[in-house]
């Protein structure tokens, strides 16, 4: 793993308070990422938890998350193949000759695309931390990006981040929509023309302590910066 910086908590949420307007929320430019990539002992690894196609996804202008890591970690790194090793999940059957379709060949050498859900429980075979641990040395930079609209799923994950320091050593950079209560984006006016999907099918405990409650998404986010994990709120 290389160098932790810590980074300040303005951002996180930034883009939870702008105007209703799915453009602006689903902005990245505010990101504050690291520039200092090209190590000649580390690998860069990405890991992408919802990964969808490489040019589009069923969120919209967020779907396409593997062209929005592969374009920006080119331009960050200077590579023209960013990273060294993908391991990407995704949940919703894909046929074949579809999904390869969509990737650039340049890509291909450095995917390994799962077609299946990314497994919480601990000793699963799909297991994505178990996986990272078989494969990652603790000098490579590791990226992940967590967004598989499961909020169950995802809490179980991130709470095995924080809980393993063996496997939060591995971890450099995490981005994770995490689908709370309270945030903008669940708003339903976002959601025209798209119903049925993502946000505007999840409902939320709203109690004070429950997780899915804004405060303890502020909370999750702290502790994994107090890690020295930088970590960014996805949309």
Partial sequence: MLSKNKIPMKGMYKKLYLPHRRARLMDKSYYS?????????????????????YASGPGGENGASLRWFWDTYSQLSGRNRPFDRILAWEAR????????????????????????????????????????EAVVRPEDFVVVKLDIDNQKT???????LIDSPKVANLVDEFFWEHHVAGSAVACPTLWQGRMGTGWSTMRFDHSLNSEEALRASYGLFTTLRQMGIRAHSWV
Avoid: C
């Fill in 33 to 53: 990422l690291p520039k200092w990539l090209n190590h000649a002992d580390s690998r860069i690894i990405f890991v992408d938890l919802g990964a969808s196609l």
């Fill in 93 to 132: 059957e894909y046929r074949p000759k579809e999904l390869w379709a969509t990737f650039p060949s340049d890509i291909i050498p450095s995917i390994s695309y799962f077609n299946v859900p990314a497994d919480a429980a601990p000793d699963a075979k799909m297991n994505p931390w178990r996986i990272l």
């Fill in 154 to 160: 995802e809490l179980a994950l991130v709470h095995q």
